[in-house]
């Protein structure tokens, strides 16, 4: 068990940096003080986490037996089980569906899917047989299945009645199959990037309502040329849907006597009418098969009965135990990210089980997946254990290991999500005498922003990114035990003033994304700028996780200072629509767009802020380890 010199000397650093910080947009003690005086005394609480204890659950899920924890692997099950087992030590109740600590689930893995031979698509009326992987491509919502119907064409696939415009008007497609074009027209999403209408989702759930049979998409003449990579990942929209290459869709419209696709997508852009047609003597048929492998993952969930008349209520208290695995070889035993937060949400649960008593109950979890998309907070607000309007409050720690090393400070971040939220977080800081950098929102790349957008006023606590950060460097005896235990003890007041608050908070939606300040990273061995080259270029952002790849352009979450991005004169928020003329929705695209690139390469970048539209010229840097 480590117990480093550095364990005795951090809090003498705290108060200096306290002093120092009370500058840079961090609320101040005495600033809160004054306030909180006005609104009368807080209930007092002794709590004590101990430093030991909390350490020894970081010192055991990053263990290198552990093997990093990915999802679906074996180390990540021993961890789970060892977090049943401290949460049924302390004396709270199993809070899985089956009665288990466990809400086990499984999920396709999006790399592991594989298209069977069954696959085909066949126009009949046409000399048009397309193969399959060249020439067409599920999509990774299309469910399997036999379809055979006449073709017809329908524009977008779009009911847009603020454009007076309907695709699906004056023709029937019940029991046919449509194709459409990608998108919408350019003029339809205003300042925004695009409009509903645009995405596939709502294309899917339209032609099914209208009764097609099946779907296919073809790109407008503007998008890039290649199918859309076949990853699903479990969300279908109840219909099979293929994404055709855009030459041969053009052949098989001519084939029924229809215009060009350049000149139907032309006349509906400018005209803004529909110009939907049968395409006349065509019928498409074919198959969609395909199987996934499912990864079997797990929640781990303990509860603490309420003893008030807010019983029924609950407080969620949570943290996600996955990482990343074995990467190139090496274990990322994500002591920081995130063992430090669930060993926050263990030593809480102990202490609100020593609690005597609590007016609303506790749900206290560990989130599985987070790396891999906020798998495990997303299935838990899709299948929620108690009715999600009975969750007054999340409160959510991801990375609380690294308070006050070099430049990292407290973040509470979804202060503006939940009505009480400010008051209570500002004034048991000030008790506390911990600064930290507030923030409203809570739409950031962890698990509280699953609960945000399920309802939930969410709150979410982190000590900021760090040059270990999803590096293998990520270790134990980096942790600041000291600090990270002051935080828990602090979330742990907090906790306690919801749960036995007079009122729940009442949820306040707050739409910008949240700041995440990444300069902590800059020019270290683990950073993007730094350290030994690993093949390949970036542009020095960080874009948006959440962001959907099947949707138009890639969100930047955060430009790094001294990066390629911030030297040309990109910002936080911007959203990248093409590079080098070619469209970009993701990170595959970037890829793609930039695998023939090298370092000091110079790409045109063509960007979207709030409604303007310009072109960047960003000089590419090696990406590093
Ligand atoms: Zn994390």
Redesign the pocket.
């Known amino acids: 068990m480590m117990q480093s010199s550095k364990y005795r000397w951090p809090c003498s650093i705290m108060i200096g940096v306290i002093a120092v910080a009370a500058s840079r947009g961090y609320v101040s003690a005495a600033e809160v003080a004054a306030k909180g005086a006005a609104k009368g005394a807080m209930v007092t609480r002794a709590v004590t986490i101990s430093h030991e204890e909390y350490l020894g659950h970081i010192a055991l899920l990053a263990h290198d037996e552990l093997g990093g924890r990915g999802t679906g692997s074996d180390g990540i099950d021993l961890a789970a089980g060892y977090i049943a087992g401290q949460f049924a030590a302390a004396g709270l109740s199993p809070g899985g569906p089956d009665g288990t600590y466990f809400q086990e689930f499984t999920f396709p893995s999006r790399s592991g899917a594989k298209i069977l031979e069954d696959t085909a698509l066949r126009f009949d009326g046409s000399d048009v047989q397309p193969a399959v992987n060249t020439d067409f491509l599920p999509l990774s919502f299309s469910t399997m299945g036999k379809f055979d119907g006449d073709l017809v064409f329908v524009g977008y696939g779009a009911t847009n009645p603020d454009k007076d415009y309907d695709d699906y008007a004056g023709i029937d497609v019940d029991g046919k199959v449509v194709i459409m074009l990608r998108r919408e027209p350019p003029d339809w999403p205003g300042d925004s990037r695009f409009t509903t209408h645009a995405t596939f989702e709502s294309k899917a759930k339209l032609a099914k309502r209208n009764g097609a049979t099946a779907m296919i998409i073809v790109n407008r003449d503007d998008d890039r040329g290649e199918l859309r990579r076949f990853r699903p990942d479990g969300e279908t929209y109840g219909i099979p849907a293929i994404h055709l290459n855009r030459d041969l869709a053009e052949k098989v419209l001519s084939a029924g006597g229809l215009a060009s696709l350049s000149d139907l997508q032309k006349g509906i852009d400018e005209g803004g009418k529909p110009a939907s047609a049968v395409v006349a003597g065509v019928r498409a048929s074919g198959e969609i098969a395909y199987e996934t492998n499912d990864i079997t993952a797990r929640n781990v969930l303990g509860v603490l009965r309420g003893t008030g008349p807010h019983a029924d209520e609950y407080v969620v208290i949570g943290g ?1 135990y996955d ?1 990343l695995g074995v990467r190139r070889g090496e274990i990322h035993n ?1 002591a920081d ?2 063992a430090s ?1 669930t060993a926050g949400v263990i030593e809480i649960a102990k202490a609100l089980a020593r609690t005597p008593k609590r007016d609303r109950s506790v749900i206290c979890m560990a989130f599985t997946g ?2 891999i998309g906020l798998i495990g907070s997303k299935y838990y607000t899709a299948n929620p254990t108690v009715p999600i309007d009975s969750i007054a409050a999340m409160i959510n720690m ?2 609380i290991g690294r308070h006050n090393d070099s430049t990292n400070k407290l973040d509470i971040q979804g202060l503006g999500t939940g009505s009480v939220f400010k008051e209570i977080v500002e004034r048991r800081a000030a008790e506390a005498g911990i600064e930290f950098r507030p923030d409203d929102s809570a739409k950031g790349p ?1 698990d509280h922003d699953s609960f945000y957008r399920a309802g939930v006023p969410s709150l979410f606590f982190f000590t900021g990114v760090h040059p270990d950060y999803h590096g293998p460097g990520d270790d134990t005896e980096k942790v600041n035990v000291e600090g990270a235990v002051a935080i828990a003890e602090l979330v742990y007041q907090i906790a306690m003033d919801i749960i036995d608050g007079d009122e729940a908070p009442q949820y306040v939606e707050v739409d910008q994304p949240a700041h995440i300040d990444f300069s902590a990273m800059m020019g270290s061995p683990g950073s993007p700028m730094g350290g030994p080259p690993r093949g390949g270029v970036v542009m020095g952002i960080l874009p948006d996780r959440t962001d959907d790849p099947d949707k138009p352009g890639w969100r930047v979450v955060a430009v790094m200072e001294g990066g390629g991005a911030a030297t040309a004169g990109m910002k936080d928020g911007d959203v990248i629509i093409a590079i080098d003329g070619k469209a970009i929705n993701g990170l595959d695209d970037f890829r793609d767009q930039t695998k023939d690139k090298k370092p000091g390469d110079v790409i045109a970048v063509k960007i979207r802020r709030g409604d303007e539209e310009m072109t960047l010229d960003v000089t590419l840097a090696a990406r590093s380890g």
């Open positions: 996600h990482h994500g990210d995130n937060g987070e790396e991801d990375m962890s």
